[in-house]
């Protein structure tokens, strides 16, 4: 409308571990020693005191270990939301908000099953879309 | 090198909000207590630990001491997030145990306001222009709200509701419960910042902040400062016998940092290193959770505090839910926990929080505690953590000089 072209389709997850594409999934650093897995840049192992790593692509599926209902929050983050702790099938836990769930405790549940989606949470002058994740409950 | 470590004063100021003091006044009013309380003064001092948080650039312990007497001693300004006091404490300890000095004074100082929730994803980041990945994470937007929450009453329900799905028998209710307890204990120490008790109905029926954490399951922010005079056992052999009656023996003094564990990545382990400490300071005192006549432990939400009855042995492996239930850690049961109103009601201005509970134990001991005293306390705990983490951990002992 204003003549700004924008760049469309361009998108940018949130963070380095969020890996997008046609199968969007986490991917961790793996330590080559003591196969310990991380989300963020690494100085050595917190396990084993090992220095290298290679990387692992996480399980889109899971189950929720913990979570909290959040009804006040920081400023500008709208409420209710659900903020989870899921154990990925196969290794690694992660934290992330649930959707596509009612927030209130008869519907989120300890032990629920949940997999991977992603959203548009942001986007920046050029036309980028951030891309984040979350996860959804599942059969 | 000093056989063992007493209490020679302590004291705290009421936990309150004081906008037309400052830290250093609140610390300085702390500090001369302590001194009075046993009976010497700064020129007794050989060496300072002084815990703050959020003022910790500013060299708070030289600041205080030209406020109440400035002898050249070290001085170690500290900070360990809600530990912060308890290592104040620590390093005093630590010092006279090293032989350096036969006596010291550490202080727990914290001006604090009205700061609203805390955590590291308190503070908005705001968006860039354009997206470029930065930090340890790659993040290209703040992500407070859209992958979780980082801050603390969250982050503390989460934890509380891991225990839950590890456990039967813990739920909303069971730690509706512990606030329902401190919130009450509270109505008997005129030091806490709170003195007023909620019904069980009244606190689940409050305003949610995190479930399953509602209002008055959450503590307040507020200033205060506590300070403890601490002496080698051989130097309070030189003084009075009042001194040597009123002294409470320091047991064990135990800091842990959390051991590495994979899920602590995205939530933070606060049981690993409370059940080190724990282990390491029941050792050091020669004791058993059974010998303790009351604790006082870092109930900052009530999530927390039914974590932390397993964490140091209170109740039954897994049993913490069933240990609320029993009426257990009221100040007329089985083991008296937050008998000063916790974190909770008493109040949680970061830095005075763990020589503040070292303050109440010491209290307890010397049956000095008013209307708020457990008849014949020989034995208590006084456990503290800091997210990031610390566990700081001391049991005193009521004990001939």
Known sequence: ?139 | MAESVWVLGASMTKIARYPDKDVIDLASEAALNALDDGGVAMRDMQVMGMGNMFQAMAGLGQSVQQQIGQTGIPVYNVVSACATGAVAVRTVFLSIMAGEADMGIAIGAEQMGKMGLLGPGGSAKSEKNVYEPSGRYGSVIGAEGILGTTLMPGVFAQAGMEYAYEHDGVGFDQFAKVAEKNHAHSVLNPLAQYQKAFSFEEIKEARMIAYPNTLPMCCPSGDGAAAVVLVSDSKLKTLSKEQQRRAVKIGASVLTSDPYAERAQVQPDVNTLTRNAAKIAYEKAGIGPDELDLVELHDCFATAELLHYDNLGLCEPGGAGAFIDSGAPWRDGKTPVNVSGGLLSKGHPIGMTGAAGVFEITTQLRGEAGDRQIEGAKVGMAHVIGLGSSCAIHILEKAAA
Not at chain 1, 66 to 87: C, E, K, L, N, R
């Open chain 1, 1 to 139: 409308m204003t003549g700004i072209v924008r760049r469309m389709g361009k998108q940018i997850p949130i963070v380095d571990y969020l890996v997008l594409g046609d199968a969007p999934h986490l991917t961790a650093h793996e330590c080559k020693e003591c196969k310990a897995l991380y989300f963020d840049r690494r100085n050595a192992c917190a396990q084993c005191g090992a220095r290298t790593f290679g990387s692992r692509d996480l399980a889109t599926s899971g189950v929720v270990r913990s979570f909290s209902i959040i009804h006040q929050a920081a400023p500008g983050v709208p409420v209710p939301y659900v903020s989870s702790i899921v154990d990925l099938d196969g290794g690694g836990s992660v934290k992330a908000n649930l959707t596509k769930v009612e927030p209130d405790p008869e519907h989120v549940t300890l032990g629920m099953k949940v997999g991977l989606a992603t959203f548009v949470a942001g986007t920046d002058d050029d036309g980028t879309e951030a891309i984040a994740f979350a996860f959804e409950p599942v059969a």
